[in-house]
């Protein structure tokens, strides 16, 4: 192996473990707000970082997919060894950093595909090795402030977006609030399962050969995030005049009421309001934040959100 090739290897494996470091890093900077003491967030973050480091540097016979879950789990058992409250909440925190991890790295490769194909494995460079080592050590540092970027503003938005940390998280809830994250994750294995099936079949990459593929897959990382969906509310309330601030505060902060109804109900000599409101909410982030706004109303209760 030549001088050239090793520096190859390095830098390579080097972006890989810095990726990782990062990776965890940002997991422990997610759970803090909700964790008791700091310490306990340092604990789920360097937890994490040394499974997947002893993962990577001794690879056992397993996917990428069930390798980075191992890694989840564990920093999942040390979150609820530390804090053993919420444990739904502990749940969502762990599926949810679990999908941002795949849907962020996923962009940046993208990202990198085409910049490494551009600028790096160019047929006029092709013989001028060090120059194209050069420019792959550029590629491998843009790569890394990508995911950076990707998932640190990811985790900045749900914890912005997430008001009420400290509040104990029902089943319901938590059902809810992973769904985005579940339909992202889910979207990425089917296409990967594509790539991975074209590449066996001919022996070719799909991006290369169809590089509108590797665009398509970009937009579905980053358009759940950024699309908007249709959220059901049934509940009951006291007055209709508590059901209209809360939706006066929804609309304020940008959601649109379909349609609502209300009927007026009577039970055990106390009239009460029952409420079915159609809303169209930006996905994932807005859900979050209409959650916080039925918990500032102690007097309405949720029965189905779809």
Same mark, same amino acid.
């Given at each position: 192996?030549?001088?050239v090739?090793?520096?190859w290897?390095?830098t390579?494996?080097v972006?890989?473990?810095a990726v990782l470091i ?12 909700y964790?008791?003491?700091k $310490?306990?967030?340092i604990? #789920?973050s360097t937890?994490?970082?040394?499974v997947?480091? %002893?993962l ?6 397993i996917?990428n997919?069930s390798?980075y879950?191992m890694?989840i789990?564990?920093?999942?058992i040390?979150m609820?060894a530390e804090d053993r409250?919420?444990?739904y909440?502990k749940?969502?925190?762990?599926v949810?950093f679990?999908s941002?991890?795949?849907l962020?790295?996923?962009?940046a490769?993208? !990202?990198d595909?085409?910049i ?10 092709a ?15 843009l ?5 950076i970027?990707f998932?640190?503003?990811? #985790?900045w @938005?749900?914890?912005?977006?997430f008001?009420y940390?400290k509040d ?7 059902v809810?609030l992973?769904i985005p *994250?579940l ?8 296409l990967?399962y594509y /790539?991975?099936?074209y590449e066996k079949?001919t022996?070719?990459n !799909?991006?290369d050969?169809?590089?509108?593929y590797?665009? !398509?897959?970009? /937009?579905h990382? /980053?358009?759940p995030q @950024?699309g908007?969906?249709?959220?059901? @509310?049934?509940?009951s309330?006291?007055s209709?005049?508590?059901? $209209?601030?809360?939706i *006066? ?7 649109? %009421?379909?349609s609502y109804? @209300? $009927?007026?109900?009577?039970f055990?000599?106390e ?11 930006k996905?994932?982030f ?8 039925m ?7 949720i029965s189905?959100?779809?």
């Amino acid at each position: 192996m030549s001088l050239v090739e090793k520096c190859w290897m390095i830098t390579s494996n080097v972006s890989v473990i810095a990726v990782l470091i990062i990776t965890g890093i940002c997991f422990g900077i997610f759970v803090r707000p909700y964790m008791k003491k700091k $310490k306990e967030a340092i604990a #789920v973050s360097t937890v994490y970082i040394a499974v997947m480091l %002893v993962l990577y540097i001794v690879p056992p016979q397993i996917d990428n997919f069930s390798a980075y879950m191992m890694g989840i789990m564990a920093a999942f058992i040390v979150m609820y060894a530390e804090d053993r409250r919420n444990i739904y909440q502990k749940i969502f925190l762990a599926v949810t950093f679990f999908s941002l991890r795949w849907l962020a790295v996923a962009m940046a490769a993208r !990202l990198d595909d085409l910049i490494t194909k551009v600028f790096v494995f160019q047929n006029t460079i092709a013989s001028r090795e060090w120059l194209q080592y050069g420019l792959y050590v550029g590629t491998r540092i843009l790569n890394l402030i990508f995911c950076i970027v990707f998932i640190a503003g990811g #985790v900045w @938005l749900i914890n912005k977006a997430f008001v009420y940390k400290k509040d104990e998280m029902s089943i319901k809830e938590m059902v809810l609030l992973m769904i985005p *994250s579940l339909v992202g994750v889910t979207g990425y294995g089917i296409l990967q399962y594509y /790539l991975n099936i074209y590449e066996k079949d001919t022996g070719k990459n !799909l991006i290369d050969t169809y590089g509108f593929y590797g665009t !398509l897959s970009f /937009l579905h990382y /980053l358009i759940p995030q @950024l699309g908007t969906t249709t959220i059901e @509310l049934n509940f009951s309330a006291p007055s209709r005049d508590s059901v $209209k601030e809360f939706i *006066s505060k929804i609309k304020q902060k940008g959601m649109e %009421v379909h349609s609502y109804e @209300l $009927k007026e109900r009577r039970f055990s000599k106390e009239e009460f309001v029952e409420a079915s409101i159609e809303i169209k909410a930006k996905r994932g982030f807005h859900t979050l934040e209409i959650l916080d706004y039925m918990n500032d109303f102690s007097d309405v209760t949720i029965s189905t959100i779809k």
